[in-house]
């Protein structure tokens, strides 16, 4: 059943990108209860086997139904577009027990038996209590799970950022959503985003806006909700997980190698997504300084075009950077 979200005059101005360790915190304990969720994630699974093991994840699996409410206090939408995990841990510990009992009551009652577990009672009888120990769990999580290949999926993210503020500045909202997740659809007519979501849920915006936040664990699903007080956001599938947990430098043919030299042919079949200097040296694990100076002979060779977008400058292959990385011009 659909999601629908309700625009005004104001909501359209308000749209805004937004990246969080937080999510992806949880997003991985989801993904390691959900076999359907596995599928792109199956070599970060087999590295971190052995650290899963070592946490024991159930108090926040019992708060993650297959249908219904998730605690939205446990992963907020970031207040600004790069919030840390520190940040938004500390937003989790400051949380209002009244309303982190009301998120308890909701998500426990999803499950049929769970407010009756001896967490669930725990949960219910110390909301305080379960705050603090939810966020100490989410913080093993992050540190066994997600922080040791934080660079690699910080820029991964960084770079649908990057594609898909300058899709929206090109073409509109209509234009934007339509190209994130096939199940979204802009009713222009009544200015509403539809989302086929469990649950049929109406939210006007409110002059709030919308955040949009790329995830790379959240595949295939999107996931929308996030009632009040709490600014309505939607979280979809990042671009490029396909080849995510494969090393970019792994991906570079040899014989360009021997043609451009090993480091910027590296640079040159990494950006498979528009990105920036900052995004690539992260993802190829090399200083910005080396990776400008290998962009700058890229692009003045033809093989390279940039563009500023806000205050970063965006590289992406030409057509013939593009012929010339493929694995066939061996």
Request: aromatic share 8%; with cysteine.
């Amino acid at each position: 059943m659909p999601y629908h979200l309700r625009f005004g005059e104001a909501d359209t101005l308000r749209i805004r990108f937004a990246v969080s360790p937080l999510w992806e915190a949880h997003s991985a304990v989801r993904v390691l209860a959900r076999p359907r969720q596995q599928g792109y994630h199956l070599p970060w699974m087999r590295r971190i086997a052995g650290a899963a093991r070592g946490l024991d994840l159930a108090p926040l699996h019992l708060l993650m139904p297959a249908r219904g409410h998730s605690p939205d206090f446990l992963y907020p939408p970031p207040l600004g577009p790069a919030a840390s995990f520190e940040e938004e841990i500390e937003a989790v510990r400051r949380t209002d027990p009244a309303l982190a009992l009301h998120d308890f009551e909701r998500a426990l009652a999803a499950t049929p038996g769970a407010a009756e577990t001896e967490e669930g009672r725990r949960m219910l009888a110390d909301p305080a209590g379960a705050v603090g120990r939810l966020a100490e769990l989410l913080r093993a999580a992050w540190e066994a799970l997600v922080a040791p290949d934080w660079p690699r999926l910080r820029a991964l993210l960084e770079a649908d950022v990057a594609y898909h503020s300058r899709r929206l500045a090109e073409g509109g909202l209509e234009r934007l959503l339509g190209e994130l997740h096939p199940s979204f659809a802009w009713a222009a007519e009544t200015a509403t985003l539809r989302v086929d979501y469990h649950g049929e849920h109406v939210r006007p915006l409110d002059g709030q806006g919308l955040v949009l936040m790329p995830s790379v664990f959240t595949w295939p699903d999107v996931v929308s909700g996030f009632d009040p007080p709490w600014q309505p956001t939607v979280v979809y599938p990042a671009r490029g997980i396909g080849g995510l947990w494969t090393d970019a430098r792994d991906r570079t043919p040899e014989a360009l190698g021997r043609l451009l030299g090993p480091v910027r042919a590296d640079v040159l079949c990494a950006l498979t997504e528009p990105m920036g200097t900052t995004a690539l040296a992260r993802l190829l694990g090399r200083a910005p300084s080396t990776v400008s100076a290998h962009l700058a002979v890229l692009r003045d060779a033809g093989l390279l075009a940039s563009r500023r977008y806000g205050h970063q400058v965006l590289y992406e292959r030409t057509p013939l950077g593009l012929a010339v990385s493929q694995p066939g011009g061996e």
